[in-house]
């Protein structure tokens, strides 16, 4: 069973000691001893570490009677001193990861693909690739899912909190999975810059452009077995693929979620956009100028997020407006 101090590497007995120090101040080692009926070295111990990490701290004028910190103030201080141990632990294993492959020999191209095999493996590498990002992680995100639908990616919160950005590429018609949308939208408030496309033949993670991460086959029936892609000319070549799908995607964004009033004159000009009519043509068939058309045209784009007009036309038909 868990404790309060586990959280934080502290074993029940620092916990213990701690909550009865609150409740029993200017306590000696003896005196909670007798209350938690255990040894009073054991005690003494473990205030000697709650003393250390600024849980509790001795009573002025006296050597052998401890007060406990206050909880709000002294492990909130205790959980950011960690955090920023782990922090340092993280960049430590970068520098040593770092200097390791520079003493290595160039690697044999079989040792720059990997096969990864199972749905324990895969999850762990691509929670993996995402603790370890620093800079940049691209995802294209279609079916077949590794669990057979989407699910929340917790690593990803992780890493947008500690400045990693993440740019995501969706398969339109998978958006409207349950709940899918939802947790497309709440990584886009987290910082995330997505995109969609309305078919996307392919999925991958690339985590700082050095690692890759894509199934073995794009069919239905092949979900739990993944490629591993090092550091090499076919990364370079996903990379390349990535941003010229990303350049082709529609940006998804707050707005994308949200329901907006169209009006039956602006239906008609996408419809007629979508048709590939020109500014004329639409302005003959309205009744307007060309510059109103052509006006009518960018409120539309930038009510749709959109930079281009064939990224209109997707928007409007992804939100049912056509």
């Known amino acids: 069973m868990s404790t309060l101090l586990d959280p934080v590497g502290l074993s029940p007995i620092h916990s213990e000691v701690y909550l009865d120090l609150l409740t029993h101040p200017r306590s000696s080692a003896t005196d909670i001893a007798g209350r938690l009926n255990t040894a009073p070295g054991r005690v003494r111990k473990a205030l000697q570490k709650l003393l250390d990490v600024g849980l509790a ?5 006296t ?10 103030v002294a492990v909130d201080a205790l959980v950011a001193r960690q955090t920023q141990e782990l922090e340092r632990l993280r960049e430590s294993a970068h520098e040593l990861a770092l200097r390791v492959r520079d003493l290595l020999p160039p690697a044999e191209p079989s040792e720059l693909i990997q096969l990864v095999e199972g749905a324990e493996a895969v999850s762990h590498h691509l929670a993996r690739l995402q603790h370890h990002a620093r800079d940049e992680v691209l995802i294209i995100d279609s079916p ?3 669990y057979g639908k989407p699910v929340v990616n917790e690593e990803e919160f992780q890493a947008l909190a500690r400045g990693v950005r993440y740019r995501g590429l969706y398969d339109a018609p998978a958006l409207q999975e349950a709940g899918h949308l939802e947790q497309m939208m709440a990584c886009v408030a987290a910082g995330e810059q997505a995109r969609s496309l309305p078919r996307v033949r392919m999925k991958m993670i690339i985590a700082d452009r050095s690692q890759a991460l894509l199934p073995l086959s794009f069919s239905a029936a092949e979900t739990r077995t993944r490629i591993l892609v090092h550091a090499s000319p076919l990364l370079d070549a996903l990379v390349l693929c990535f941003e010229s799908l990303w350049a082709q995607g529609t940006p998804l964004g707050a707005a ?7 009006s039956e004159q602006d239906l008609k000009v996408l419809s007629m956009l979508a048709g590939g009519y020109k500014d004329r043509a639409i302005a ?8 109103t058309v052509g ?3 960018q409120d539309l784009m930038a009510q749709l997020n959109a ?6 036309g997707l928007a409007a038909a992804r939100r049912g407006w056509l």
């Not at 050597?63 to 709000?72: D, I």
């Not at 930079?307 to 209109?312: C, D, G, I, L, V």
Request: no cysteine.
């Open 57 to 61: 701290s001795r009573l002025v004028g």
């Open 63 to 72: 050597r052998t009677n401890f007060v406990a910190a206050p909880p709000e």
């Open 144 to 146: 077949p899912y590794l």
């Open 256 to 262: 994308e979620a949200a329901a907006q009033e169209v």
């Open 284 to 291: 003959r068939a309205l009744g307007v100028t060309e510059r």
């Open 295 to 297: 006006r009518r045209i």
């Open 307 to 312: 930079t281009t007009r064939f990224q209109a």
